[in-house]
């Protein structure tokens, strides 16, 4: 009935994440994108700080939907 | 409103706003076959687990003022503002979750039936608690009230980021695709926010506006902690922030607060953070949608112990902002193989005559609006925002700016699911039809909740028409939420406490707020909506303090003539109040060792927040 709610916020985190590590490689040889920031490709190193988080939450979210699903069976 | 430069999406900023909305839809359309009753619709089914309803608390207590406030607070009062924010109202969250969720969550019938006491009811919002601990009038003024409230709030919410929308050009794409005039563009920036909050909340209810609340609190810290980094490294580190913030600012007895230090711990700590983490049925409806009661008291605890990282979060970029130097305009002359260039950036004079990032109220011609000391005023509620396009590039931007649409529609989700449910409960329920069939009570929740947003819309309009009707919100605040929080803790802890002295009670605090506003002026302000607006008698330092004190004198006047009425009107019998007071209230068994029990968290919390807010000061 209510799905595990760390299934949702998992899948945004790696699909956020995805999106910014992939501009980020592709950007990485542009300064001037990231003249804001430094020189820093923080769409790099920030996307897969999200990626990971993103994939850990949604293996406990999956983890705990199949428990949950267990129980009510 | 000014901003530095005007950004324009890039793709993939465009694309996580695209993916952030379909998830925040589809939290509504998956939890729509669940929405079977009134209780699925109103109460998410009374399943959900602690931690969801910790993150979905703190999400809602994360609407759009408070985003832009607190970044504007960092910005004009400086590092004090965190053990402000940090100590006014993580006291009131333990206190909330210890002593008052048992009380206000009672008891789930469904989920532990064996544990039920006959004649407990579990209330299903705070009207309808003041219903059974008090008496019919009491819980019917405090729906009207609270309804007017929320709807106001949300409005409110809606006007203050929709302006930053458009200063920000967010919507300017899809603005001129539909040939909008520049009011359109304000409009379209409130209107669709406030469209994508209806489509959730109709389809999956309190559940799906709880998910995505949680959603936002991670948003926050995945979206403004990157631009914090960046901010604290390009000002030069932690000491670097300490050299650049004014000297009086550092200092919480000369800061221009002017509050004093006393009447801020003791105004902010008790009244109005126990106002609304005690009171504030838009946050509490998450707790008490937990389910059980661990659960439901757990909520507020662990929200308190993110509370401190959202608060650092949200107040280092404005004191980033005004650290970093102002912008001018100015003139680059380089020399690129005989060709002599002129690079001329030109920064409107509104920026120019502001402080660091943040720059000053501009006036219809673009000219800054000067105070009566000859200051520039400033616009704080640009900090944050400027923050974002000063240091996020393209891709990380389009998470920030995703950010500011989540705490504005986490806000006013929550302002329209508990709009629903006390107008369902509490005034159609309780008064128009008391025998509805379940059917007619969820079908008038989604009503309500068209209703809801409608109204919020209006309010929004009229601010756009009205604009000191923002700095009405502290004072709709103290008229609502401080009597009732005076009453609320008469009920849950004094025994003798009766319906008449409630009602009274909320009254006369009611009555004491208006009165105060009324009768007292900010130094530097004119008589109107800010104050004075019967006769000026008195001068508070800042519209904080006037804000502050109005709050603290509508508590002490509602929880004087409440009890004072309470001792002359005849008691309740204990049977009566079964699982409503606190000692008549089932004590949750304490279960495990003693590191292991809230009581033991709570203490670690507090201590944690009172050593992040030395730090600071």
């Known amino acids: 009935m209510f799905y595990d709610p760390r299934i949702s916020l998992g899948m945004l985190f790696t699909l956020v994440g995805t999106v910014l590590t992939a501009f980020g490689l592709a950007t990485r040889s542009n300064p001037d994108v990231y003249a804001k920031s430094m020189g820093i490709d923080a769409n790099l190193w920030w996307g897969l700080v999200l990626l990971v988080f993103g994939i850990l939450v949604l293996t406990l979210g999956r983890r705990g939907q199949m428990k949950q699903e267990n129980i009510e069976k | 409103m000014q901003n530095l430069a005007a950004p324009s999406l890039a793709a993939p900023d465009s694309l996580i706003l695209l993916i952030y909305g379909f998830f925040m839809l589809t939290a509504g359309f998956s939890l729509k076959p669940a929405m079977t009753s009134s209780r699925q619709f109103m109460q998410a089914g009374r399943v959900m687990p602690g931690w969801l309803c910790g993150l979905a608390m703190l999400g809602a207590s994360l609407g759009s003022q408070e985003l832009l406030g607190m970044g504007a607070a960092g910005a004009r009062y400086g590092m004090v503002s965190v053990a402000f924010f940090a100590l006014g109202s993580i006291p009131a969250m333990l206190f909330a979750g210890l002593y008052l969720m048992p009380v206000f969550y009672g008891s789930n019938s469904l989920a532990d039936s064996s544990a039920q006491k006959p004649g407990a009811v ?7 608690y003041l219903g059974l601990r008090f008496d019919r009038k009491t819980r019917a003024l405090n729906a009207v009230m609270f309804a007017a409230m929320s709807a106001f ?63 936002q609190f991670c948003l926050i810290i995945a979206g403004l902690l990157p631009m914090v980094l960046l901010g604290l490294k390009r000002i030069g580190g932690w000491s670097g922030l300490k050299a ?26 008790f ?15 998450a707790a008490m949608a937990a389910k059980n009661v661990e659960a439901a008291r757990r909520a507020p605890i662990i929200a308190a112990a993110l509370r401190v990282f959202v608060v650092i979060v949200l107040i280092l970029p404005g004191l980033i902002a005004v650290g970093l130097p102002t912008p001018h305009t100015s003139i680059v002359i380089h020399n690129d193989n005989g060709v002599i260039y002129h690079e001329i950036t030109v920064v409107p004079p509104a920026v120019e005559a502001g402080s660091g990032l943040v720059p000053a109220k501009a006036d219809t011609d673009g000219k800054p609006v000067m105070g009566s000391g000859g200051h520039a005023v400033l616009d704080y509620a640009m ?24 705490c504005l529609m986490g806000g006013v989700a929550a302002s329209v699911t508990s709009f629903s449910t006390v107008f369902t409960c509490d005034i159609f329920q309780a008064f128009l039809a008391k025998n509805a069939a379940d059917k007619y009570m969820l079908a008038m929740a989604r009503w309500a909740t068209v209703g809801g947003v409608l109204l919020a819309f209006g309010a929004a ?119 409503l007071v606190f000692s008549l209230s089932a004590r949750p068994t304490a279960i495990g060792r003693w590191w292991k029990r809230p009581e033991a ?8 927040a009172i050593a992040v807010s030395l730090i600071f000061i």
């Open chain 2, 383 to 406: 900090a944050t925002p400027n923050m974002l396009l000063q240091f996020l590039p393209a891709g990380l931007l389009g998470l920030g700016l995703t950010v500011l649409l989540a």
């Open chain 2, 122 to 128: 579990a209330a299903r919002s705070i009207p309808e």
């Open chain 2, 244 to 269: 650049t913030v004014p000297a009086n600012s550092l200092h919480p007895g000369t800061h221009p607060m002017g509050a004093g230090v006393v009447v801020l711990a003791v105004g902010a700590g």
């Open chain 2, 461 to 579: 309009y009229a601010a756009m028409c009205f604009n000191s009707l923002l700095d009405a919100i502290l004072l709709v605040f103290a008229v609502v939420n401080a009597p009732l929080f005076a009453v609320l803790l008469l009920g849950a802890f004094w025994r003798r406490a009766t319906g008449h002295g409630a009602f009274a009670g909320l009254i006369a605090g009611a009555a004491a707020a208006v009165l105060h506003q009324g009768l007292s002026l900010p130094r530097d302000e004119r008589p109107g909506i800010q104050g004075g607006w019967i006769a000026v008698l008195h001068h508070p330092a800042s519209d904080l303090a006037l804000g502050l004190g109005t709050a603290m004198l509508a508590f002490l006047v509602s929880l004087l003539v409440a009890a004072a009425v309470s001792l002359f009107t005849k008691a309740a019998q204990a049977e009566e109040l079964n699982g």
């Open chain 2, 271 to 285: 009244v109005l953070g126990g106002a609304t983490w005690c009171t504030d049925f838009r946050l509490l409806q």
């Open chain 2, 153 to 215: 709030g949300a409005g409110i919410a809606l006007y203050a980021m929709g302006r930053v929308f458009v200063a920000l050009h967010v919507f300017d794409q899809v603005a001129n695709t539909l040939n909008l005039p520049p009011t359109g563009t304000l409009l379209l920036a409130m209107a669709l926010p406030a469209a994508l909050v209806l489509v959730y909340v109709l389809l999956g209810g309190l559940g799906a506006a709880m998910y995505n609340q949680a959603l």
């Open chain 2, 601 to 608: 968290e709570a203490a670690a919390i507090l201590l944690a």
